[in-house]
């Protein structure tokens, strides 16, 4: 585990009732205690059930998600609060649209460094490329991170969407 005092990622993953307003409580929930929120998905879930998960991609010392994570829990109507990062193996993967604009030599390198990461081309022109990634966000960033001195124009995120491994349920 984490010194107390050491930052670190964590993937906090929210059962919720699937009703208005829940979203807003959640997010006025961090942004009153100052918390920041780097990706932030929502999608029903348990359709019969009537019932949403929020994937929350934040950062702090171990203290404030356990913070966080309390303060979740007590937020009304709340079913669970799981930090999939710490609790056990689990998947995260995000999804970019990555708008390249180049020319000559830098469109080889475009592709041949998309093929590497299986980045799929969904849109080209004779100047620009769109290409569709999925997988964890590190590999997306470093995709980018290689793609800028090629012409990196915008991205568009998802956000991520994570769930854990094996048997184990939030």
Not at 34 to 49: C, F, K, P, Q, W
Not at 64 to 70: D, G, L
């Amino acid at each position: 585990m984490a010194e107390r005092g050491a930052m670190r990622s964590a993937t906090i993953s929210v059962l919720v009732e699937n009703e208005s307003g829940v979203l807003a409580r959640v997010v006025g929930l961090f942004s009153g205690r100052g918390y920041n929120i780097d990706s932030l998905t929502v999608a029903a879930v348990e359709d019969g059930r009537g019932r949403s998960r929020i994937n929350i991609v934040t950062s702090g010392t171990d203290m404030v998600i356990e913070q966080i994570k309390a303060q979740l829990d007590r937020l009304v109507p709340v079913y669970r609060v799981a930090d999939l990062s710490q609790d056990g193996p689990h998947l995260a993967r995000e999804m970019a649209l990555i708008k390249i604009i180049c020319a000559g030599e830098h469109r080889a390198e475009a592709l041949r460094l998309a093929d590497a990461f299986r980045a799929r081309v969904v849109d080209a022109t004779t100047e620009s490329f769109v290409f569709e990634m999925t997988g964890n966000p590190d590999k997306l960033d470093a995709f980018m991170e290689l793609m800028r001195p090629l012409g990196l124009a915008e991205v568009s995120r998802t956000g991520v969407a994570a769930i854990a491994r094996g048997v184990r349920v939030i």
